[in-house]
């Protein structure tokens, strides 16, 4: 399959194009560049992804236009998505209604807490999309309010969960009433053998596509975040190198312009600094990366898209100078350093209002709170205090059960069935040696 860029690459009709624009994402992540191809050809999937991939839409967004043509009839849904918990069915639900706005599908929600007079009427009306929780689901059969026999696809969200909650029995029971010729997506995190023998009971010779756990970061990397005024990063960034104890470093930045004047900055004040970006000729870029692998030069002022694929061993730093703009990247910058088992430290510098919610993205990625530290004594010439490291933000909250899941779950499969090691997608060549 050709690479994919951009939502037009996907095929997705002018509608859903639409609403994606209007929803502001301006690109498919990995699972959906991946998934969403497959599912329009109305091939079966199994999809190894997990909440905050961008999952949903990988799904919602093809099964939008398979159903836009084609009328539901009265208590006969078209589609089906089975989901463990009522919060993600109610999830399920808001995406269909946000990517969905500009086609005229009807749906219903059927989750348990919810008046199941309403749920009946409205599937009396006929219901493109249905999205249930198995429990209510299968209650409602039982009273003969629901006939399965028109379903042209299913989706079974997050189907580790569903095992964990014992609903495993329920999904083959109402499997067992859908037509045998219909299309079926299974998504979940991590493949248990249970898990497994669904697919292979219930798909039929499904495409396989995975893609990296949220990202989780090295804990040999010991993290820093600043939050400075955007007029002192550049003193708050050379302050910073001057204290610690750097012998090379990536600095990233979000705009290329950036780049070129904090390298004169960092000359300026007597560092060893060259810029790499992907404007600059590809000689130059060699060179200059030569200079830094040799340890000629120390500091590297970078773009993400330069620094992809680079591969220094023994970094010691990374610094953000600009907090990136989507969290993945953070992941995969700091991951230039704490390679190969040793440790590295980094250090983020961010700006109050306008990098909040690139924060708040990250730590919502990685599942940690970034540990801040006060530089503000270190701008008048005094040493930081630092908070300590890797506050996990729920690893208390989780079951027990939870947590060893969560330890055990490493990226497993490639697409198109290759199963000749793990394959990660979303780091370009460029994999970071904790997700090898
Ligand atoms: P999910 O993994 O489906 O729970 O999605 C996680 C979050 O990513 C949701 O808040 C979505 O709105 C958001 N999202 C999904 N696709 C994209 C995209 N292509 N670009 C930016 N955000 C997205």
Known sequence: MSEINTFEDLGLSAETLRALKEAGYEKPTPIQAQAIPHILMARDLVGLAQTGTGKTAGFTLPMIDILSTGRARARM???????????????????????????????????????MGDQMKILDQGVDVLIATPGRLLDLFDRGTLILSDMKVLVIDEADRMLD??????????????PPFRQTLLFSATMPDEVKRLTEKFLSNPR???????????????????????????????????????????????????????CSFLNKKGFSAEAMHGDLVQKQRTET???????????????????????VSNVSHVFNYDIPMHADDYVHRIGRTGRAGKTGV???????????????????????????????????????????????????????????????????????????????????????????
């Open 165 to 178: 909650m014992g609903f495993i029995p329920d999904i083959e029971k109402i499997v067992s009433k859908l």
């Open 346 to 436: 980094s250090w983020s510098l961010a700006v109050k209002k306008t990098d909040d919610k690139f924060v708040a993205a990250i730590e919502k990625i990685t599942n940690e709170k970034l540990p801040v530290s006060d530089i503000s004594a270190l701008l008048k010439g005094d040493k930081p205090k630092a908070k300590p490291q890797h506050e996990k933000r729920d690893d208390k909250e989780k079951s027990p059960a939870r947590r060893e899941k969560t330890a055990q779950a490493k990226p497993r499969y490639n697409n198109d069935h290759h199963d000749d090691g793990p394959d990660v997608v979303g780091f370009g060549d460029d994999i970071p040696s904790f997700m090898r």
């Open 77 to 115: 849904p078209r589609s089906l998505v089975l989901a463990p918990t009522r919060e993600l069915a109610a999830q399920v639900a808001e995406s269909f209604e946000k990517y969905g706005q500009y086609h005229n599908l009807s749906k219903a929600l059927l989750v348990g807490g919810e008046a």
């Open 289 to 311: 990366l030569a200079k830094f692998k040799k340890g000629d030069l120390k500091l590297l002022v970078c773009s993400d898209v330069a620094a992809r694929g680079l591969d």
């Open 208 to 262: 396989t596509v995975s893609v990296a756990p949220p990202a989780t970061t090295s804990k040999n990397i010991t993290q820093h975040l600043a939050w400075v005024d955007s007029r002192q990063k550049m003193d708050a960034l050379a302050a910073l190198i001057k204290q610690e104890n750097v012998t090379n470093a990536f600095i990233f930045c979000n705009r290329k312009r950036d780049i070129s004047a904090l």
